[in-house]
RNA sequence: GGCGUUAUGGUGUAACUGGUUAACACGUCGCCCUCUCAAGGCGAAGAGUCCGGGUUCGAGCCCCGGUAACGCUACCA
């Protein structure tokens, strides 16, 4: 029993491309790159542009994410045609709004054998994965559920026992589907798990409100992350369930760290908001995003006769004319700070002096901004001439305390720093208000037996490169989570460095 | 462990889809310019295309076999 690609008779409906971010935290650069791919798509071929959000887990649904992407994605020039803030004919746009649309589909599923009811518990399932792991086989569904009789189904349902759908993948045979940047890739039934298609809370998971969504919104191309292969086959069965033509699959390379590994806060800035706020401009950022994977042709001997010579530095508009989607390149490319910032310097100098200043004034000195520093100062001046030694810390880039300044008289540096990676963990995950990181700090030093003032000050010398300094808490609130953050990863990392490299 | 994907200097990409000494950009180093630092100009080092076989007059491009990296392996996306 196989089932392989047919030609997606979508083929030559009018393209509709989708992003679909989900709201659980800062806008990532990832979103910026996929969504870039996807918006030149959709622009080369007089196709949709629509923007879906994904907020159908609600253990990660963080308030303020949604609108920080609608943001992050218009600052880059990458406006979308349907989204949940400007409308269209398929809406909602927001999964959270069409869970009585992915229940409807679900009983379509339940009712043609392609899902089921399971009530395993959490417990369960977590012993049975054990069992597997120790015994070294691939950790998958026991199928316990899998045939319960009618039955058994009522009375379970009857005692109210929560449970979730799940998918019915056959048993045998193999799934192929064809990736537009590949070519055909097979997964054979073995490898693919009954994935569940509603959690107990009345939630799909993305798997069932992709391809639902998807399909209702007469997606024609899916352009996503290589990660998703691998559930690929899962989403072909789907559609192959309900009866409906596939997209096409593109799954692009996965932007990298600089050991290779897929990107992550860690390792690297990955917030949109981070790069705005230290002051990228959203047109270096697109550009840098556009030489990863290639798929912007160089100029022709021809072109070069007539004057391009510069096949580094292209705009959004250039892209949309020339960029190539099926050139894209598949090995996963380093997004390297360095370039990005060489390309940001050269967007920069090119600007006429208005404009710079303009940037400048819009940005790290917007009235705002300068408000709010001003403000955290005003008690502790003496003349107006000290408002830049009393800040300065607000308007660098980095900073680097001696160990002098940040090693706690009765610490060591190695215990220092070790608090030091718990603060960022915790602030990593804190409300960026003074009322929540107030007593969440508060709470880390107890709990590691470190004084309010150890630990006040270990956050000030790493943020302020001083121990004097205007309020903390305040001031880190005023600079912002992302650069604060930021800034203790990047000391982090040079002290990790500088303790490499005495050994 | 299983499955999948990928593989060109340190990094990002090129190389008429088999045809000369593998090209460009970033970075690095040196020189010039200059009050300094950038920018700019000039130049250099750095890969023989993951490894091993094969096909061919000829392979980075084709075939076979390895290896490594990465991804997935959740009631996360």
Redesign the pocket.
């Known amino acids: 029993m196989n089932s392989s690609t047919t030609p997606a008779p979508v083929s030559s409906a009018p393209i509709r491309v989708r992003i ?1 971010p ?1 709201p659980t935290g800062d806008p990532h650069v990832g979103t910026a790159y996929i969504g870039l791919i996807n918006f030149i798509y959709a622009r080369q071929r007089g196709g949709q542009f629509v923007l879906r959000i ?1 907020d ?2 609600r ?2 649904f963080v308030a303020t994410s949604e609108q920080m992407i609608f943001d992050a994605l218009r600052w880059l020039g990458l406006s979308w045609d349907e989204g949940p803030d400007v409308g269209g004919p398929y809406g909602p746009y927001r999964q959270s709004e069409r869970t009585e649309i992915y229940r409807e589909h679900a009983e379509i599923l339940l009712a043609n054998g392609t899902a089921y009811r399971c009530f ?3 417990e369960d ?1 977590e012993a049975a ?1 054990k069992h597997q792991m120790a015994a ?1 086989l ?4 026991p199928g316990t559920c899998r045939n319960l009789t009618p039955d058994q189904i009522a009375e379970n349902l009857a005692a109210e026992k ?1 449970f ?1 759908i799940r998918m019915a993948v056959p048993t045998e045979g193999e799934t192929t589907f064809r990736d537009e940047l ?1 070519g055909e ?4 039934h073995n ?1 693919v ?1 009954d994935q ?1 298609l509603m ?3 009345g ?1 799909p ?2 798997h069932l409100a992709n391809v639902v969504d998807d399909y209702l919104m007469r997606i024609t191309d899916v352009i996503r992350a ?6 690929t086959p899962k989403h072909v069965l789907l559609y192959q369930a309900f009866g409906w033509p596939q997209p096409r699959f593109w799954h692009m390379p ?1 932007l ?1 760290n ?5 990107i992550s806060k860690r390792k690297n800035p990955v917030s949109l908001v981070y790069y705005r706020q230290a002051g990228f401009l959203p047109q270096a950022i697109i550009n840098f995003l556009g ?5 912007m042709p ?1 100029p022709t001997p021809v072109e070069i006769v007539n004057g391009a010579k510069e ?2 530095v292209f705009s959004l508009e250039e892209m949309v004319q020339r960029f190539e989607v099926p ?1 894209i ?6 997004f ?1 700070l ?2 990005l910032k ?1 390309l940001n ?1 050269e967007y920069l ?1 090119a600007l006429p002096p208005d404009t710079f200043f303009a940037a400048l004034r819009e940005t790290v000195l917007s009235d705002q901004y300068l408000r709010d520093v001003a403000t955290l100062v005003q008690s502790r001046i003496e003349t107006l001439g000290e408002f830049g030694n009393l800040t300065a810390f607000f308007f660098q880039d980095n900073v680097l305390p001696p160990p002098e300044v940040w090693v706690p008289k009765k610490r060591t540096p190695e215990e220092t720093l070790l608090f030091a990676a718990e603060q960022l963990a915790l602030l990593e995950t804190t409300d960026w208000t003074t009322e929540a990181i107030e007593p969440a700090l508060k709470q880390l030093g107890e709990t590691h037996s470190w004084s309010v003032k150890e630990n006040f000050m270990l956050l000030r010398a790493i943020l302020t490169g001083s121990t004097m300094s205007p309020p903390l808490l305040e001031s880190m609130v005023v600079f912002g989570k992302a650069r604060t953050l930021d800034r203790l990863r990047r000391f982090l990392d040079t002290q990790k460095k500088l303790a490499a490299n005495k050994k």
Do not use: H, Q
């Open positions: 679909a989900s994904e159908t887990d253990a990660r395993c518990t959490a399932l994965r070294k691939p950790p998958r569904y929560p979730v590949r890739i097979t997964f054979s490898n798990d569940v959690k107990s809370d939630f998971t993305y290589e990660e998703w292969i691998s559930s996965l990298r600089i050991d290779k590994s897929k030489l990863m994977g290639g798929g160089s096949t580094e050139n390149r598949l090995g996963g490319p380093v390297d360095t370039k060489w310097s100098r």
